[in-house]
Nanobody, 125 residues
Framework: QLVESGGGSVQRGRSLRLSCAAS????????IGWFRQAPGKEREGVAC????????VYADSVKGRFTIYRDDSKKTVSLQVNNLEPADTANYSC????????????????????WGQGTQVSVSS
């Protein structure tokens, strides 16, 4: 089971750190993706990190503002979101794929087997 935390309501330009944790398991053995979905919009993959080598992939819309990383001490995968904009308002969820793909990790969401319920991020102007 994946559990996200760290969402909230902030003003534009602020930062949040979202975390993804698994009950009863260590996320080091999983490729993890962060996805977001705003009301009336399709789900969008924003970042992922591969278990093999921690190689990362980012959506163009968040490059330079979002950072995905593993926090081994907390057994979590976090998404640092900086310089938030109202367009970033969405429900953010993490997903896990056991093991590591040979190709760069995927932002389409099709390969991930486990999903969390998400944490809401709301950005006001």
């Amino acid at each position: 089971q994946l559990v996200e935390s760290g969402g909230g309501s902030v003003q534009r330009g602020r930062s949040l750190r979202l975390s993804c944790a698994a009950s009863g398991d260590h996320l080091n053995y999983y490729t993890i993706g962060w996805f977001r979905q705003a009301p009336g919009k399709e789900r969008e993959g924003v970042a992922c990190i591969r278990s093999l080598d921690d190689a990362t992939v980012y959506a163009d819309s968040v490059k330079g503002r979002f950072t995905i990383y593993r926090d081994d001490s907390k057994k979590t995968v976090s998404l640092q979101v900086n310089n938030l904009e109202p367009a970033d308002t969405a429900n953010y969820s993490c997903a896990a794929l056991p093991g590591s793909p040979e190709k760069p990790c995927d932002l389409s969401g099709r390969l991930y087997l486990y999903w969390g319920q998400g944490t809401q991020v709301s950005v006001s102007s």
